[in-house]
């Protein structure tokens, strides 16, 4: 069961199957707050059911000011009672393009490098192999000058 509901909505369906076949699908505009420049940006929704996964909401912003953007997804029904194992062997560069659907409560793990990124500590996301590992190494960065310091003034 969805956490919106799934009734008709002026006459349709809130959530549509993606295709790559329909052309009327579009998203919905709205206009919003950079929280970069503070000045309005466009945030893009589209509600949509993935075969196989379930209701998501695909949620794009982006400024045309500042050209801070942000795409994240949010589930719109509930975590399955199952999951689901995918494995991909990266054997060349284009197999990092490889476009994947990250649920937040899914765990992401290289085993080669014993590396692994736990469940709901990043967003969902519809982004490539390498946009995993970029947004990864960006989250074990932050902070990092910081923690420097604080080791350092601790330590002594």
Aim: glycine fraction near 6%; aromatic fraction near 8%; hydrophobic fraction near 30%.
């Amino acid at each position: 069961m969805s956490v919106i509901s799934e009734e008709n909505v002026r006459g349709g369906s809130v959530f549509k199957d993606i295709s790559a076949d329909d052309e009327d699908w579009q998203p919905t505009e709205i206009e919003s707050l950079c929280m970069n420049c503070y000045q309005n940006g466009t945030t893009r929704l589209l509600l949509t059911r993935i075969p196989f996964f379930k209701e998501i909401i695909v949620s794009s912003f982006s400024c045309g000011n500042c050209g801070w953007s942000n795409t994240e997804i949010q589930s719109a029904g509930r975590i399955q009672d199952q999951g689901v194992c995918y494995s991909l062997k990266v054997k060349t560069k284009q197999d990092l393009n490889r476009e994947v659907v990250k649920a937040d409560s899914a765990t992401t793990r290289i085993p080669e490098l014993d590396f692994e990124i736990p469940p709901f500590t990043q967003k969902g996301s519809l982004s490539t192999i390498e946009g995993l590992l970029d947004r990864a190494v960006a989250g074990l960065e932050q902070d990092q000058p910081v923690r420097r310091t604080y080791c350092t003034i601790t330590l002594q």
